[in-house]
């Protein structure tokens, strides 16, 4: 079981970045996504979720109209377009899958597999 995220970077205030998890040994349909992220000496926090057997979507108040999340199921790979990017979102962000019963959730408790992470840093 894999899931590997891609995308993060640095970029200025206001920019844009689109980060991918692609996932693999697990039937996708089976389970929903969600994105995390952890800022230094801060608290994972829960950001996004998709349901993939529906394309419902569930963001946090402080991304939402901002970040967009979208899935392939072609390709195994859930992206999550962040646009009007802030210094505070600069962080490490994970992928996660949960299984699909739960249908939209941010409990990491919920979650089976986690991805590596990829860093986003954002500059004022």
């Known amino acids: 079981v894999q899931l590997v995220e891609s995308g993060g970077g640095l970029v200025q205030a206001g920019g844009s970045l689109r980060l991918s998890c692609q996932a693999s040994?697990?039937?996708?349909?089976?389970?929903?996504i969600g994105w995390f992220r952890q800022a230094p000496g801060k608290e994972r926090e829960g950001i996004s979720c998709i349901s993939v057997s529906d394309g419902s979507t569930y963001y946090i108040p402080s991304v939402k109209g901002r970040f967009t999340l979208s899935g392939d199921n072609a390709s195994n790979t859930v992206y999550l377009q962040m646009n009007s990017l802030r210094p505070d979102d600069t962080a490490v962000y994970y992928c996660a899958a949960y299984p699909r019963e739960y249908r939209l959730t941010l409990n990491g408790r919920s979650y089976d597999y986690w991805g590596q992470g990829t860093q986003v840093t954002v500059s004022s």
């Open positions: 040994g697990f039937t996708f349909d089976d389970y929903g």
